[in-house]
């Protein structure tokens, strides 16, 4: 399965890095998994954040945020509305349904209406 991200919102923050002091370059982002297979499309219903600083190059964990970054996470978190998580089918499920559909009703109708195709029942 293939597996990508949609960025549903990122924003860069004006506050301190626990790890190296700086007030640029800090992007709060939320993104949403997406998973790709050859069968379905399925995208997950929770929320991946993550605070990063470019400055430095590290990831802010939850247990390093001060209350400022606290403050403006639940400020950002508001702002985006709750995805939902959804299944869609590729052409090519549709394509090996379709297929096994016709093959059954071909059996359904050799098996038990052979006058139909003109085969004629020999009892």
């Known amino acids: 399965m293939k597996t990508e ?7 860069s923050l004006n506050n301190n890095c626990p790890e190296c002091y700086s007030t640029q370059d800090m992007v709060l982002s939320f993104k949403q998994k997406k998973m790709k297979s050859k069968f379905l ?19 802010i964990f939850p247990g390093q945020w001060t ?9 950002h978190k508001k702002t985006i509305s709750q995805p939902s998580g959804k299944i869609r089918f590729t052409w090519f499920f549709y394509s090996i349904l379709f297929l096994i559909l016709l093959v059954a009703a071909g059996a359904y109708i ?9 085969i004629s029942d020999l009892n």
């Open 110 to 118: 050799y098996l038990y209406h052979p006058n139909i195709i003109g």
């Open 67 to 75: 209350t400022d970054i606290e403050r403006v996470y639940d400020y």
């Open 5 to 11: 991200y949609i960025i549903l919102k990122e924003a």
């Open 41 to 59: 499309v399925t995208t997950k219903s929770n929320l991946i954040e993550s605070i990063y600083c470019n400055k430095c190059e590290n990831q």
